[in-house]
């Protein structure tokens, strides 16, 4: 599953948050999410704009699940998982509410929603204790998402896929983070249950995640070179099979 990241990157601009809709929904990703950060993050006058009343996320919701595509939340502020908890599809917990007890009880332990969680720069013992965390009747809704918080190529790990899944006995998704995008193609040799892209659109001013954002006007030919590296993958095995190729015998 390929899932299309907005994340902040609507810039607080509902127009601006439209034009990703249009791109997004006409596209071969399979899912789209927003970030809703704590209260207190929009406290910080730049970004207190960035943040839509609940009609335009029930608005944007009704869209997406319309259009066939699944609708995920990025979801810091647990006073609206009753409003969500009847709209999406699945959850998205940020690495830095990973380690929060509180956050796991509210949210994960009573939803019946899949949940996908970023590991960021957590260490394997704190995934431990995340994991011990939840409720045993819930783990199978439990997706990590193996991604660092980091642009640079050296830092992105990509063996950890292996590792996690190895350790952990979870599906583990791949979350790119990294300013050159190819890693993307990469990390599907590791065989992850989905792939997290963030988007960005073509206004000149920073976005939130900018680096390792896909511009709108790539994310189809990206969406489609992931799909056929995925298909290149295969399951390992050689046997005979009838050349294909023409003139070589």
């Known amino acids: 599953m390929i899932i299309a990241e907005i994340g902040l990157n609507h810039l607080g601009s509902k ?47 009704s869209r997406v699940k319309q259009s066939g595509k699944k609708f995920g939340i990025a979801l810091s502020d ?28 509210k949210l994960i332990n009573v939803t019946n929603k899949s949940i996908f969680v970023s590991t960021g720069l957590s260490s394997y013992d704190a995934i431990d204790k995340f994991i011990s965390n939840i409720d045993p009747r819930v783990i199978n809704n439990v997706t990590l998402i193996h991604t660092r918080l980091s642009n640079k190529v050296e830092d992105t790990n990509l063996k950890a896929i292996e590792k ?16 050159n995008p190819i890693v993307t193609y990469a990390a599907l040799a590791f065989e992850p249950t989905a ?55």
């Open 164 to 179: 996690m899944k190895s350790r952990f006995k979870t599906p583990i998704a791949f979350g790119n983070h990294c300013e």
């Open 15 to 61: 127009k601006y948050l439209e034009e990703y809709l249009d791109n997004l929904i006409g596209s071969s990703v399979d899912a789209i999410t927003l970030q809703i950060r704590e209260k207190s993050f929009y406290i910080n006058s730049r970004y207190s704009k960035y943040q839509f009343n609940l009609n335009v996320y029930d608005e944007i919701c």
């Open 78 to 105: 647990l006073s609206l998982v009753p409003f969500f908890d009847q709209r999406v599809d699945f959850y998205k917990i940020l690495s830095k509410d990973l380690g929060d007890k509180e956050f796991i009880d």
């Open 195 to 249: 792939v997290f892209i963030y988007t960005k659109g073509d206004k000149s001013t920073h976005h939130p995640d900018e680096k390792h954002a896909i511009s709108l006007e790539s994310v189809e030919q990206f969406s489609k070179n992931i799909k056929q590296v995925f298909k290149s993958i295969g399951d390992g095995c050689k046997e005979n099979i009838q050349n294909t190729i023409e003139g070589q015998e």
